[in-house]
């Protein structure tokens, strides 16, 4: 039996989330924010290509890094539903999220280094 907070007595698991969509909507999410990154890098690297191609050849390193990380975070979120296997999955979504700051942060020098050659 699992008990509320006044310490009344339930049958079924409380759910504490306000929306029926969650798992749909950070699957989405996670999708959009892949597209925006691979979008951004392609079209800079388009503007680079005859100027830099060491920003060239980064922009493509970056963008496949997000998409490694969406597809791990992905199948990882729908292995957090399975009993015993979310423990596993919630540890490498963890360490995916790690290396998606670490990205990130390739992104941000990106931008910056590409603005600069730009200019």
């Given amino acids: 039996m699992l008990y ?3 310490g009344r007595q339930h049958s079924r698991p409380i759910n504490y989330t306000k929306g029926e969509n969650h798992y749909e909507l950070t699957i989405v999410s996670t999708i959009i924010d892949f597209l925006v990154v691979y979008l951004v890098c ?4 388009g503007y680079l290509s005859g100027r830099s191609p060491e920003l060239v050849s980064r922009a493509g390193l970056i963008w496949r890094i997000y998409l490694i990380c969406m597809i791990i975070i992905l199948a990882c979120s729908v292995l957090t539903l399975i009993p ?3 423990l596993l ?3 490498i979504i963890i360490i995916t ?3 998606q700051i670490v990205a990130s942060i390739l992104y941000i020098i990106f931008l910056y280094q590409s ?5």
């Fill in 42 to 45: 392609n079209t800079t690297a």
């Fill in 97 to 99: 999220g790690l290396v």
């Fill in 89 to 91: 999955a919630g540890l």
């Fill in 84 to 86: 015993f296997i979310n």
């Fill in 115 to 119: 603005q600069k050659a730009l200019s």
């Fill in 4 to 6: 509320s907070k006044k």
